[in-house]
């Protein structure tokens, strides 16, 4: 019985080929797996650097275009402009830029006096007074909306580089026009 035990322990003084040949098929997986993963977090980086950069620009012209913007009247403003970052910040030439300026949409003030008008009809007010704040009301909606169509405008801009486009947007509001009420 000890020839037996003594047998046994001379066998297992090492490792067979096919346990070598295991273990690096294991490592190799694992190794493989966290240059993957690596890869993975190397693109992140580089997608973060790359909106930041993108960013940082952004900022910077929209805030130059909107200070420039802002003592200008609206009739001295192009629809569209654009251009790029060469000679301002020569790093990012690549990079362009388009600034919008749009016209705003607003509601029809004129419909929201209607609707107060016919409820106001149901209920027990219809006399003369109520016709004449009625008609009241619509000149002064009118003139609302006359008066923001000429004094607010929105601004778009845009930067566009290494395949990415990123937008922000704001009003410009000028109070330089007066507000004018005619009958």
């Not at 020839?3 to 096919?18: C, M, P, R, T, Y």
């Not at 749009?102 to 609707?115: C, K, N, S, Y």
């Not at 003369?128 to 006359?146: F, R």
């Amino acid at each position: 019985m000890n020839k037996k035990i003594a047998a046994s322990a001379d066998n297992n003084k090492g490792f067979s080929l096919v346990e070598i040949l295991v273990a690096m098929l294991i490592f190799s997986v694992g190794i493989s797996i966290i240059m993957k993963a690596r890869r993975g977090v190397n693109d992140r980086m580089i997608d973060s650097k790359e909106i930041s950069v993108i960013s940082m620009l952004l900022d910077y012209k929209f805030k130059q275009i909107y200070a420039e913007y802002s003592k200008k009247n609206f009739d001295d403003l192009e629809k569209e402009t654009t251009g790029s970052f060469t000679g301002e910040i020569d790093k990012y030439q690549t990079f362009t830029w388009k600034a919008e300026v749009v016209e705003m949409e607003f509601p029809d003030f004129m419909g929201l006096v209607a609707t107060q008008q016919d409820t106001e009809k149901e209920g027990s007010r219809g006399d003369e007074k109520t016709e004449t704040e009625g008609a009241l009301q619509k000149i002064i909606a009118k003139n609302m909306t006359d008066h923001l169509k000429k004094s607010v405008r929105g601004l778009k801009v845009s930067v566009t580089g290494e395949g990415r486009t990123v937008t922000t947007s704001t009003f410009l509001v000028t109070f330089k026009e007066a507000m004018e009420f005619s009958l």
